[in-house]
């Protein structure tokens, strides 16, 4: 055999023995005597071959063709379908693969299915081609070709249990063991077949970060059931990801259940005095103080909750909002907590706040749990706001004479893998009135402080508090929802103002 045939033997390309030394015969011509028949086959064969990628995270879809070597991470159920028209079944076994650069999931159709279901099994590498397209768990490759690779070593880990760290995009069958960190309600959504779906969210983490996780249908109800500071088992996840940040999933098939296990997570979090408008942050701290809940009405009628807190670790301290059902938590002063991804704003009286809608967690620590600061010379046996003695007054029993005006848009999308709807788009804005230094509803000739929302403008000012309504005779001009502080005498039920700001 010539060296032609044994280059062509190598090829894995769709060209016959004929083509290719025909191919091979022109290389020589065009190169004019620079490359004998060894050189010019090895090129031809490399023009062949320059489909196969550098690794799976190469592979996209539009790709006409791809060639790649991965090892099978997981083997998923054959199934069985009707195909329109014909009398046979279809048959159909989606099979998970990585390498070092990632996981994708490929699909093996029919015969090769068939046989695939008995003899392939995680752990062993695959030499794989097939088109790429978009599919539920991102890119997937419909195969062409796949054959088994003995003499190929692929560096990737083939485990049950993951640490969440360790968690990709298109993983499926993935058990990881967390601390629970956030619960969620159940909510309801229309699927475009009339069904109704259901959908919650948990936040868990451990030693190596956190991630979202979303429970759907029969398992959503999970999310009401189990309580934050527990140890919980995912079975059965698959990995997805949502406005670039990767989820972790559960269906009818998984589960999460509670263990005995003491899952250690540990915050990793920003300094308050390191915060930026703009940014989306993980912050820790001590409540200071904490306001009493708020309730308003959206544009679209319906009623939307905010309460404030203000938080302080030992770079400074920053009010923080929370939306919708995060204003139910109970948070107490003294209570150390994590907030997660939260969206720092513009807040009153060119201050920053924090806003935690939808998309955060607020996490109540443990005493012992290490909280990580920008500073080391923190007093270690200090607790709750002793912590912080040194820097500030205990706010707990002083009213804050600041408001904040804060705006939550949360757009939950709903992904099921028979459907897609969206449920509990909502945007809501709140203004926070906050108490007086002195009852403006004291006798006559008192001076006040009266902090409130300009529910009327003109003459008078009228403010509400969301507790109780001031007349306030001023010239100041100022706006319908506008958040002001009055100070004055307090005569008949109105307050004469010297100042308005």
Known sequence: MGVIEDVHGDLDADISLEEFRGAVEEKVEQMGG?????????????????????????????????????????????????????????????????DETGSIRISLWDEQAKAAEDELEPGQVLRIKGRPKDGYS???????????????????????????????????????????LDTDTVRTFDRDDGSEGKVANLTVGDHTGRIRVTLWDERAGIAEELDPGISVEIVDGYVRERNGSLELHVGNRGAVEDIEEDIEYVPESTPIEDLQIGDTVDIAGVIRSSDPKRTFDRDDGSEGQVKNVRVQDETGDIRVALWGEKADRELAPGDKVQFADIDVKDGWADDIEGSAGWQSTVTVLDSSSPTET???????????????????????????????????????????????????????????????????????GEHVEFTGTVVQAGNPVVLDDGEETVSVETDADVHLGQEVTARGELRDGTLDADDVF
């Open 374 to 444: 920008a500073r080391d010379d923190t007093d270690s046996d200090a607790t709750g706001l002793d912590a912080f003695a040194d820097d500030s007054e205990d706010e707990s029993t002083t009213a804050d004479s600041g408001g904040t005006t804060s705006t939550d848009s949360s757009s939950t999308t709903a992904t099921d893998t028979d459907s897609t709807a969206t449920v509990d788009a909502t945007s809501a804005t709140s203004t926070d009135a906050n108490a007086t230094t002195a009852d403006a509803t004291g006798g006559d």
């Open 34 to 98: 620079l490359a004998d028949e060894e050189t010019a086959a090895m090129l031809i064969a490399h023009e062949l071959d320059d489909d196969e990628v550098n690794g799976v995270a190469d592979v996209e879809p539009g790709m006409e063709e791809a060639k790649f070597v991965a090892k099978v991470t997981s083997v998923g159920d054959l199934r069985t379908f009707e195909r329109d028209g014909e009398d046979a079944d279809g048959h159909v076994l989606n099979v998970d693969v990585a």
């Open 138 to 180: 991102g890119t997937e490759v419909s195969v062409d070709q796949v054959e088994p690779d003995e003499d190929t070593e692929i560096d990737v880990q083939v485990q049950d249990t993951y640490a969440i760290s360790d968690l990709s995009l298109g993983l499926s069958d993935v058990n990881v063991r967390a601390k629970l």
